[in-house]
């Protein structure tokens, strides 16, 4: 067994699920001021983005799927499993996100891009260091991937609820 203690929660931001547009969702991440001092994010200003872990908290167990499906119910993609995709209804319900980090005010990250919901607990915070990732040339992914992930980070548009 693994038991996890969240580190904070995002505060603000979106209050629902909705699939694609969220360059333009601004929210903070609030760090537990009973655990943690403001020495524990020193030096996290000097750096752009972070990588947050986080639990998707609105997912109820008997959501969790396991085995193959069409993202998004798209009958145009391929049926791909659980761990070929990104979705929300995965078996821990951990949500794994990079976005930007605005502004460190106190215990407070205050960040843009972030896929993660109102009250949706914070597990883990890390700056994010491109020597971390993987050199950009060696990456691939099939076409359905490009197709879904286009408009998710849009900024530039209303948000639409594609679904799950």
């Known amino acids: ?45 000097d750096f752009s983005h972070l990588v947050v872990v986080f639990r998707f908290h609105l997912v109820e167990e008997s959501e969790v799927r396991t085995g193959a499906r069409r993202p998004r119910g798209n009958p145009d ?5 659980m761990f070929a995709q990104r979705a929300r209804m995965r078996p821990n319900r951990l949500g794994v996100s990079a976005c930007a980090l605005l502004g460190v005010d106190g215990l407070d990250l205050r960040v843009r891009g972030l896929d993660a919901i109102d009250g949706s607990p914070v597990l ?41």
């Not at 699939?19 to 403001?38: H, K, Q």
């Not at 099939?142 to 530039?156: K, Q, T």
């Open 1 to 45: 067994m693994i038991a996890l203690e969240p580190v904070g929660v995002v505060v603000g931001g979106r209050a629902e699920p909705i699939d694609d547009d969220w360059g333009g969702v601004e929210a903070v991440i609030r760090l537990d001021g009973v655990s943690f001092a403001t020495d524990a994010v020193r030096g996290l200003a």
């Open 77 to 81: 993609w391929p049926e791909v499993g």
């Open 124 to 164: 883990d915070v890390k700056p994010y260091m491109r020597e971390f990732e993987p050199e950009a040339a060696d990456v691939r992914q099939p076409a359905w991937a490009s197709e879904l992930m286009h408009g998710y980070y849009r900024a530039d548009r209303p948000p639409t609820d594609a679904g799950p």
